[in-house]
């Protein structure tokens, strides 16, 4: 069968990192099509999750994400040409638990994912970095949890012990907070800044040296809309999640419902 996909949703990406990797997952499509198999991708970022979404509608796989948590950020997806209904197991994700030598330490999300770079891993294999009850929580693919296993002994200078995952490990919650913000406009400049707590100029100067990304994409236009379940990030600022859009206020300006992460280190 001559399957092509459309490429014209390349046309999305100007950055040609994200243009090649996109490219990647169409020739992905094209193959479980093709030879009616069953292929699981890399962990994706937001912003590939949501536009792959929108390339798979025109197509005949069926496909399930999975990315080791219930509300995971990253995830794989499982695409399978054969018409069977893909399943968790089949994205081939493990959960790996750093649990730290001094028990008050905790283990920061951006240390664990440079340590783990650190190993040579890509970041395609490794999705969310979640803090549990007795240290970090990570998600890779299971072909790698062996050579995690034996090779990952530190995070920085706080020596670990890595263990597969035990539930009784809990996983704590999302660190963050949630709030209440109104904007004039639903314009990325104006949410950002109310979000961030820092000027519209500063903001707009923000977007302008590409510090700031919207789906882990970086924009540059500073009066892009956005929407419900955005990601919004600005160097050294932080990073927040649209939750969704209230009512406008009687003035008519834009009322959202805002979380802000918070790293725990």
Known sequence: MNVKIDRNFLNFWTEKDKRIEAAHLMDICENAIEDEE??????????????????????SLSYLTWGGFEDAERVRFVLDGSGREPSQEHAQVS???????????VLGHRD?????IGLGLEREVIGDIRQGEKGSI????????????NNWDSVGRESIKVLDFDSANCILPISGEEKRIVTASAR????????FGVSRSAMQE??????????DGITLKPDIEVRAEDIISCR?????????????TRKGRYAWRIFIYKDNK
Do not use: C
Request: no cysteine; net charge positive.
């Open 188 to 195: 990325l400049d104006g949410v950002a800044a109310t979000g």
């Open 95 to 105: 959960l790996i638990q750093a649990i730290p030598h001094h028990k008050d330490t």
């Open 236 to 248: 050294n600022k932080g990073r927040l999640r649209i939750l969704e859009e209230d009512s406008k």
């Open 206 to 215: 923000y977007i302008r040296q590409g510090k700031v990304k919207r789906n």
């Open 112 to 116: 664990v994912l440079g340590s783990l």
């Open 138 to 149: 990570v998600a890779i693919t299971s072909q790698l949890g062996d050579y995690i296993l």
């Open 38 to 59: 069953r292929i699981v991708t890399p962990f994706l970022s937001s912003a590939l999750v949501l536009w792959f979404k929108n390339v798979l509608m025109g197509t």
